[in-house]
């Protein structure tokens, strides 16, 4: 004890340095998002309303992603197309379209990985700033609040791989037998 109270520190107390560096996982930040385009049409509020009105909401989404010219900087853009029609009529009440853009910095992602990672992580990290856009855009427009329904990015992926797939199967020439 009197060791340690002179300031000398017993050999076995002193922390050993590691030699090996512990694998570290995929790292991403999101350097800056903003909305690169949008665009809200209220038909309704044009033709005015005759009638009752019950919305049938359409949500189309498209992902596109690229590197910038910087080292491990991404840029990942969502473009949504929300489109509202009256279900009795079919009439279009309105039509929102917005594309929503993150630039990210990604580390520690193999590349066989990065167009996954690209298309699924980072649109799901956007996600909830491009809900609360959707939401704040139709409310001031002067319909409900639309409160989108959660997107699975990894399902939107995976039907994206095998539309892909399809089409490079169509587009081989068949052997004549």
Not at 8 to 30: N, R, Y
Not at 140 to 145: N, S, T, V
Not at 146 to 156: A, G, K, S
């Amino acid at each position: 004890m009197a060791d340690q109270e002179n300031g000398a520190a017993k050999p076995d107390a002193q922390p050993q340095a590691q030699s090996q560096e512990l694998p570290t996982g995929p790292q991403m930040s999101v350097l800056t998002q903003f909305i690169r385009d949008m665009s809200f049409e209220n038909v309704l509020s044009q033709r005015g309303v005759g009638g009752e009105v019950t919305p049938d909401v359409q949500v189309a989404v498209n992902l596109d992603a690229k590197k910038r010219t910087a080292d491990n900087q991404y840029e990942v853009m969502t473009k949504l197309i929300v489109t509202s029609q009256n279900k009795t009529n079919q009439e279009k009440l309105f039509l929102l379209e917005l594309e929503y853009v993150g630039v990210f910095s990604i580390e520690n992602v193999p590349e066989d990985q990065m167009h996954p990672f690209l298309l699924i992580e980072c649109p799901r990290m956007l996600f909830p700033f491009m809900r609360r856009i959707v939401s704040d855009v139709t409310r001031d427009g002067g319909f409900p609040p639309l409160n989108l329904e959660t997107i699975d990015f990894v399902q939107l992926y995976r039907n994206e791989i095998m539309r892909r797939q399809a089409e490079v199967a169509q587009a081989k020439p068949t052997p004549d037998a």
